[in-house]
């Protein structure tokens, strides 16, 4: 094999391999950014297969539905003060039935 053809073979493997490194860390990112993902609790339901309602901060429903469970999860006493911390700071973007900036950016966008 000539010299110019084992050069131009070590470049396209070196190109290789650079393609094979980079997904590779793409593939380890996803899989992070996965179990990330699943370690909510939708995630859990998810892999436990079981049917669950996502209610989106937007919906003219959402402080009424997060009320209800507030109350039902003190009423069995796993409601957390990080629990509580959440629902005052996603309450704070309810005025009126709606939803609205916050001065701090939280909020409607």
Not at 12 to 22: F, G, P, S, T
Not at 75 to 95: F, L, P, V
Request: proline content about 2%; some cysteine; charged content about 35%.
């Amino acid at each position: 094999m000539s010299k110019q053809r084992k050069n131009q073979n070590a470049e396209q493997r070196a190109i290789i391999e650079e393609h094979q490194r980079k997904i590779k860390q793409d593939l380890m990112r996803d899989s992070a950014e996965l179990k990330r993902l699943l370690n909510t609790r939708a995630g859990s339901l998810l892999a436990k297969g079981k049917p669950f309602v996502v209610v989106a901060i937007d919906e003219p429903y959402y402080a009424e539905v997060y009320r209800m469970i507030r109350a039902e999860e003190k009423r069995k006493g796993s409601w957390t003060q990080g629990d509580e911390a959440a629902y005052w700071n996603a309450m704070s973007c309810w005025a009126d039935g709606e939803w609205v900036k916050r001065r701090d950016g939280g909020g409607k966008k």
